[in-house]
C-alpha cells in the first residue's frame, strides 16, 4: 500500500484518532486506509484479526454498537516507529438492547510511515457483564 505523504505527515495520535473515528461510524474503508497491508488487530481472549471485515464480524455476535471516550493519548516515538496509547471508556448497546457506559479500555498502536502496524485492545467489557446481555 502506498503512503499518501499528506497522511504520512499526519501526528501519530491525529492518525490513531481518525482510525478510531471512522471505525465508530462502520466507515471500514476509510479506516483500512489507515492500516498497513499486514496489520494485526489483537483483542481481548487473544482474538487476533488481519482484516477489519473480519474484526467488525467477529464484534457482531458480541454487542450492537460501541463508543470511545478518549481520556489521555501517550505517544512514544524513535526514528522507525510511532506507539500510540489510547485510554479511556467505552459505551454502547448490549446484544439485548440495553446500553452501557463506563466501561474501561486501552488501545495500544504501533505505527510506521504513517500506517497502524499494530492495535492490541484491552478492555473490561466482559467483566462488566455487558457480554452476557
Excluded: C
Aim: proline share 2%; glycine share 10%; charged share 25%.
Amino acid at each position: 500500500m502506498m503512503t499518501d505523504p499528506v497522511e504520512a505527515a499526519a501526528e501519530p495520535e491525529e492518525i490513531v484518532r481518525t482510525y478510531l473515528q471512522l471505525m465508530e461510524v462502520r466507515d471500514l474503508d476509510g479506516a483500512s486506509a489507515h492500516l498497513a497491508d499486514e496489520v494485526s488487530i489483537v483483542f481481548p481472549g487473544g482474538r487476533t484479526f488481519r482484516s477489519l471485515a473480519e474484526q467488525v464480524a467477529s464484534s457482531a455476535g458480541r454487542f450492537r454498537g460501541v463508543t470511545k471516550t478518549f481520556e489521555r493519548v501517550d505517544v512514544a516515538s524513535d526514528d522507525a516507529q510511532h506507539v500510540v496509547y489510547v485510554f479511556g471508556t467505552l459505551g454502547g448497546e448490549a446484544l439485548d438492547g440495553s446500553t452501557f457506559e463506563g466501561v474501561r479500555f486501552i488501545d495500544r498502536f504501533v505505527l510506521e510511515d504513517g500506517l497502524i502496524v499494530s492495535q492490541m485492545v484491552w478492555n473490561d467489557l466482559a467483566e462488566s457483564g455487558v457480554l452476557s446481555r
